[in-house]
Structures are given as structure tokens and as C-alpha cells.
């Protein structure tokens, strides 16, 4: 084991997908440049294998990968070994759960998935599917309590899942249909936060009974809310929303809205990751045409491009884009060391 100075000297790293190309850049969040690029096919997946999302080992000695087109949940090392592989169909977001698992949704893109998650033990690789009862999985996190938390993109139902016994129950999610993208949670794992791409929404839960989430607030921040995120202090969310291609910030106390960080680089951003200081806040984004989002808007409100794709730098202090690193095509997940 490291010890803590020498921890401190490692490099942040941040493992950003370049779904299209089934690449992944890995950037030195300090420096703010690129070290490598993974390509996928060169270790045996197909040009089709669709990077997605990724998560990373607290220690940074292993990190995980969805590829939506090669149905498997990779297992790679600091040396971009593949040392696991857990299949299952169309994998989606991921979350690291106590010490030993991982827990997997479903892809946006797939159309009738399994309505199962997949419990994997992050060491063997190995593990069970779990009903969530409802259709097409997709957002995920987990919190220290114990407890993973699943929503649907089809219905307005969220589920709590007791990684312990794996016990599921569901909850109904009031209002119009929210199509629910993706969670965060507060470190004390007593908040759950959740964007929505249809309805535009943020929304709220208290987790203060942890299999039984109930809503709190609702705001609207504009169609195709995606990946939210706290700040490392907790005092704020920022949610990118791809309809107006912003990222808006929220006070996570009062939960009114504080800014919006508009930018021509800007481009359907889908995720975003602070610095371990909170300094910068790093974007991906997808600049394409996406047939994911929102299938209500038809014609789509986007015009119609594919074209490479930048991960943005934004200083958290003055909310300016202080770089933008040009990719390749479609840019969606991405991850660094929890520290949780």
C-alpha cells in the first residue's frame, strides 16, 4: 500500500469515453492534458463496442468500463490490462458499492434491455442479475449505507436494492414523465439527486430510510437533464442540460438555481467531474445528433451533426471555459477516483 504522500504525488487520472471511436483518452487532471489513448479494437473489441462509462478503484489500482456493444463490464488495470470481463447485455452506468462490488444498469440506447441490474464481485468479476421489476434501468449509484439505487427511463419508479440481501423495493415517482437519467448521492448517503430527460427535472429524495427513497423538491432546469453532480464541498449540483447545451448550477441547500455556464463549446455535455480542490469542473460532451434523448422532440431541436467531440474545462471560480480538448466523436461518460 501507498502511503499517503506518495498517494498524493500519483496523478489524477480521468478515463473519458470516446464512444464512437471505442476509444478512451486518459487526461492528467492537473496538467489538463491527454497521457494516452486506449483503443479498443486494438485489444480485441469491435469498432461497434461503445465505451459508456466508467468508474474507478478509490486507490486507483483498478478502474471499470462499460462497453454497451460488446455487452461486457471490463475490469482494467494502471497498465490498460484488461485483467476481468462480466457479461451481460447492453451494460449502461456503473457504481462502486462498499469494497467489493459493482453494480450495472442498462444502456439509454437499448431499446428492451432485461429489467435486471447486475451485482458483480469487483475482484472475481463474477456475479448475479437482479429484478428491479421495472422496464429499462439505467440511472445508478450507491451509498455507505449499503444500498444501490436504480430508475427507469420508461416509467416513473425508482428502486432501492439492499446490496446485503439483495432486496428490492420499488417506488413510485410522482409528475409528468420523467425518464430518469442518472443519480448522485450526498458522502453521508442521506440525499438522492436525480435528472430527468423528458420532464426537464431535478429531483430531490431523502434517503433517511434507505430502501424507501420519498421526494423532497422538484426543479425544472430544462429538457434533457443529464449526469448530476455535487461538488466536493456539497454545496453545490451542477446538472448539464444537452436541450440548451448549459450546465446549471444549483444550491444544494436552498436548491435554487445560482447560474448557468453557457459557452460555444458547449455541445450536448452529458457528464461532469471536479478536481479533487473543486477548482475545475471537466465536461464531456456528445456533439452529435442524439436519438437517445428525448424521442418527443420530432423533428429533433438539434441540428444534425457528428462531429468531434471536446471534453471542457471550466474554472469553477469565474464559471469560464478555461479549455477544451478535442476528442473524437461522442463523449460520454467518464471517472476518476472516488473519494468517498
Known amino acids: 500500500a501507498l502511503g499517503a504522500a506518495a498517494q498524493a504525488q500519483k496523478p489524477d487520472l480521468l478515463y473519458v469515453c470516446v464512444q464512437d471511436d471505442a476509444k478512451v483518452a486518459v487526461v492528467d487532471m492537473n496538467s489538463k492534458a491527454v497521457l494516452r489513448t486506449i483503443d479498443f479494437q486494438k485489444l480485441g473489441f469491435p469498432a461497434t463496442a461503445k465505451p459508456h462509462y466508467v468508474v474507478v478503484e478509490p486507490d486507483g489500482s483498478f478502474w471499470y468500463l462499460s462497453l454497451i456493444g460488446a455487452n461486457r463490464v471490463v475490469k482494467i488495470d494502471p497498465q490498460?490490462?484488461?485483467v476481468g470481463q462480466y457479461e451481460m447485455e447492453t451494460p449502461g452506468m456503473l457504481a462502486l458499492a462498499g469494497?467489493?462490488?459493482l453494480v450495472a444498469t442498462r444502456s439509454m440506447s437499448a431499446v428492451n434491455p432485461p429489467k435486471r441490474i447486475a451485482i458483480v464481485d469487483r475482484q472475481a468479476m463474477k456475479g448475479d442479475e437482479v429484478e428491479v421489476l421495472f422496464p429499462r434501468p439505467h440511472p445508478m449509484t450507491a451509498t455507505a449505507a449499503g444500498y444501490a439505487y436504480?430508475?427507469?427511463?420508461?416509467?416513473?419508479q425508482i428502486a432501492s436494492i439492499s446490496l446485503a440481501d439483495q432486496k428490492v423495493n420499488v417506488v413510485n415517482v410522482t409528475g409528468p414523465t420523467h425518464s430518469l437519467v442518472q443519480?448522485?448521492?450526498t458522502r453521508d448517503g442521506k440525499t438522492l439527486v436525480a435528472s430527468a430527460d423528458v420532464s426537464g427535472s431535478v429531483l430531490v429524495f431523502d434517503l433517511s430510510k434507505p430502501a424507501?427513497?420519498?421526494?423532497v423538491k422538484t426543479i425544472e432546469v430544462g429538457k434533457m437533464a443529464f449526469d448530476p453532480v455535487y461538488t466536493p464541498d456539497e454545496k453545490f449540483v451542477w446538472v448539464p442540460v444537452k436541450s440548451s447545451n448549459e450546465l446549471v448550477i444549483l444550491d444544494a441547500h436552498s436548491w435554487a438555481e445560482v447560474g448557468r455556464v453557457k459557452d460555444a463549446n458547449l455541445k450536448q455535455p452529458q457528464q461532469i467531474v471536479f478536481s479533487a480542490d473543486g477548482a475545475s469542473a471537466f465536461v464531456t460532451n456528445n456533439n452529435k445528433m442524439d436519438h437517445m434523448a428525448d424521442p418527443s422532440a420530432t423533428p429533433h431541436a438539434m441540428a444534425g451533426m457528428d462531429d468531434t467531440a471536446s471534453l471542457v474545462v471550466v474554472n469553477t471560480r469565474t464559471?469560464?471555459?478555461?479549455?477544451?480538448i478535442p476528442l473524437g466523436k461522442n463523449l460520454t461518460g467518464m471517472g476518476t477516483r472516488s473519494r468517498h
Open 150 to 156: 436504480t430508475g427507469s427511463l420508461g416509467v416513473n
Open 80 to 82: 490498460d490490462k484488461i
Open 99 to 101: 469494497a467489493s462490488q
Open 212 to 215: 424507501s427513497p420519498s421526494l
Open 183 to 185: 443519480f448522485t448521492t
Open 319 to 324: 464559471r469560464k471555459i478555461e479549455k477544451a
